[in-house]
């Protein structure tokens, strides 16, 4: 299955069922990150950001908490309602295809966790239009860290569960690449890691879309979840679930 079919997997609701553990369970992103998306635009407090796909809005109250005004765009209701408050973060009513948000509008886009649920094409033709002159796009992945042991193991299990469905959106970055729309993108990478006891471990693993809640494929990844906890959790009964925060940049070519 390619990329062009990710978008077609009902991604608007696909969640509907794993709001609660989405926000409750689902890794933040390094500071570093954050920076390095704010770097070059400028008085934090001065910008206006679409954080699109925002989900639970964990993307969206970083990026607030740094002073930003960030507009939340998030199709799936059961997200919406899941997500924190914060003064500085307004939900809109648009998806990704279509903000609903006026031409040169925002100095930043982003997609955290969420553009290889988009459309490509339609998409970046959305995304330059709401752009201001020489707006960013960040497009921000926590992908697991297969070096270390635990996340290799726990990677694993993710993808026998899902019956690969897990691997599909690896790759997608290449899509970034429109030399009509945005300049060069630019890729960095950061370390992060998340502590989870085992309540926690199994919330993060169900909060993800492709895994069965019910039947008997759920019920041998838990088990098999259990074990793994067992086996890698330290004197405090934790487990640390490793990732590579991929950010990728690319400015807005003057229009």
């Not at 635009?41 to 970083?62: H, K, N, P, V, Y």
């Not at 649920?117 to 033709?125: M, Y």
């Given at each position: ?31 570093e990150?954050?920076?390095?998306i ?51 973060v ?38 330059a ?32 569960a899902?019956d ?66 067992e086996?890698h ?23």
């Amino acid at each position: 299955m390619s990329n062009e079919q990710l978008y077609q997997l009902n991604p608007q609701e696909r969640f509907s069922d794993r709001a609660k553990d989405y926000a409750k369970y689902r890794p933040s992103y390094p500071s570093e990150a954050i920076d390095c998306i704010l770097e070059q635009l400028g008085e934090s407090f001065q910008l206006i950001a679409a954080d699109i796909g925002a989900g639970t809005g964990i993307s969206s109250r970083l990026l607030a908490d740094r002073g930003v005004k960030v507009i939340a765009i998030e199709p799936n209701t059961a997200m919406k309602q899941a997500a924190e408050s914060h003064l500085l973060v307004e939900f809109g009513d648009g998806n990704a295809e279509e903000t609903k948000l006026a031409n040169n509008s925002v100095d930043l886009v982003t997609c955290f966790q969420s553009f290889h649920w988009f459309n490509p094409e339609p998409v970046l033709q959305e995304f330059a239009r709401i752009l201001q002159p020489k707006g960013v796009l960040a497009v921000v992945w926590n992908n697991r860290d297969r070096e270390d042991n635990f996340t290799c193991e726990y990677s694993h299990l993710i993808q026998v569960a899902s019956d690969n469905q897990s691997e599909l959106r690896y790759g997608t970055q290449r899509f970034l690449h429109d030399p009509e729309l945005f300049a060069p993108v630019r890729h960095e990478i950061f370390p992060y890691y998340q502590v989870l006891n085992r309540e926690a471990l199994i919330g993060r693993a169900m909060s993800t879309s492709y895994i069965p809640k019910q039947g008997e494929i759920a019920t041998k990844f838990i088990r098999d979840l259990d074990q793994l906890y067992e086996q890698h959790k330290n004197t405090n009964s934790l487990v640390y679930l490793k990732y590579k925060t991929s950010v990728y940049l690319a400015s807005l070519l003057v229009k």
